[in-house]
């Protein structure tokens, strides 16, 4: 699916398309200030960013619950070696509800997004996450924090 914003003889109107057809809505809308627009790339998955050898043993490493080092995990995974587009691709598919933010609820299912069936992180494990990258606190990691936690 595909969202479009146009502006046209100063209305805005919103095309959203799916595969078999076009849905417009011409309505003012109005836009959150702090929304960034973080659009998952399509059909990307982070075996196309990551190895999966080099993933698979990133989660293993911190099977044992209260044992994930974020920093760690992103050098065992190879994501600290990436570019800062790279990572940011990254960010689009761990944010599943493309919102352009990971929250709490996210974070838990971290490990599960890199490996089906992986443990979901402990709270403490969860809060020290988002404690390391939320800069501006407000309790949830934008696609600048997450990329400056990666690549620091």
């Known amino acids: 699916m595909k969202v479009a914003l146009v502006q046209y003889h100063g209305l805005t109107s919103l095309y959203i398309s799916s595969p078999a057809h076009y849905t417009h809505c011409s309505h003012s809308l109005l836009l959150r200030p702090d929304h960034q627009e973080t659009p998952q790339p399509p059909n990307m998955s ?17 099977q044992a619950p209260d044992s994930f080092s974020y920093k760690k995990f992103f050098q065992l995974c190879g994501l600290t070696q990436k570019t800062p587009q790279e990572v940011k691709d990254v960010f689009r598919i761990l944010d599943e509800d493309n919102s352009g933010f990971i929250e709490e609820s996210e974070l838990k299912f971290f490990l599960q997004r890199f490996v089906p ?36």
């Open 46 to 62: 982070l075996t196309d960013i990551l190895s999966a050898e080099a993933i698979e043993n990133a989660v293993k490493d911190c």
């Open 117 to 152: 069936g992986a443990r979901t992180l402990t709270e403490k494990e969860t809060k020290s996450l988002i404690s390391a990258a939320d800069d501006d606190s407000d309790g949830r990691i934008g696609v600048e924090e997450f990329q400056t936690m990666v690549l620091s």
